[in-house]
C-alpha cells in the first residue's frame, strides 16, 4: 500500500484525538510533504544529493526560467522556514507546543505550491 500523504491529512483532521496532538500530527505530515517534494528534485540540480533537505529544495529554483526565478526563490525560502520551523516544534525548541491554526494554513498553502511547481517543473509545463 501506497502512503499517501493527503489521506494521512484527512485521516489527522477527522480523528477524535485531542487538538494539541492533532495540531502536532499535523505539522509532522507537513513536513514529511516537504522531505518528499525535496526527494523528487534531481539530484543532479540540488546542492546536496542527500540529506539537508534545505539545500536539496534549492533545485526546484533551476529548473524553472529566468522568469519564474525569483517567484521560485521566494517559495523555497519559505518552504525552508517552513522546514526549519516545524523542526523547531516537534523538537520543543519553541515556547509553544504548536503553531497557530492560522500559521500551519499558511504552511500548507507554501507547501501545496512548493508541490504543483514541482509537478508543473518535472513535467516540462513552464508558465510563460
Same mark, same amino acid.
Given at each position: 500500500?501506497?502512503?499517501?500523504p493527503g489521506?494521512?491529512?484527512r485521516q489527522v483532521?477527522? $480523528?477524535?484525538?485531542?487538538p494539541? /496532538? %492533532?495540531s502536532r500530527?499535523e !505539522?509532522? *505530515?507537513?513536513r514529511m510533504?516537504?522531505e518528499? #517534494? ?7 540540480r540540488?546542492?546536496? $544529493?542527500?540529506?539537508?533537505?534545505? /539545500? %536539496?529544495?534549492?533545485?526546484l !529554483?533551476t *529548473?524553472?526560467?529566468a522568469?519564474?526565478?525569483? #517567484? ?7 518552504v525552508?522556514?517552513?522546514?526549519r520551523?516545524s ?5 520543543s525548541?519553541r515556547?509553544? *507546543? ?12 507554501d ?8 509537478d508543473?517543473l ?7
Amino acid at each position: 500500500m501506497t502512503w499517501l500523504p493527503g489521506e494521512a491529512h484527512r485521516q489527522v483532521d477527522q $480523528s477524535q484525538m485531542d487538538p494539541v /496532538l %492533532r495540531s502536532r500530527c499535523e !505539522v509532522l *505530515l507537513l513536513r514529511m510533504r516537504i522531505e518528499l #517534494v525535496a526527494k523528487r528534485l534531481p539530484a543532479d540540480r540540488s546542492l546536496s $544529493s542527500r540529506g539537508r533537505i534545505d /539545500l %536539496r529544495l534549492w533545485g526546484l !529554483v533551476t *529548473l524553472g526560467t529566468a522568469d519564474e526565478l525569483v #517567484v521560485l526563490r521566494q517559495l523555497v525560502q519559505r518552504v525552508q522556514l517552513v522546514y526549519r520551523s516545524s523542526s523547531q516544534y516537534l523538537h520543543s525548541r519553541r515556547s509553544g *507546543l504548536v503553531p497557530p491554526s492560522s500559521e500551519i494554513d499558511a504552511w500548507r498553502d507554501d507547501i501545496a505550491a512548493l508541490e504543483s511547481a514541482v509537478d508543473r517543473l518535472l513535467t516540462g509545463n513552464h508558465q510563460d
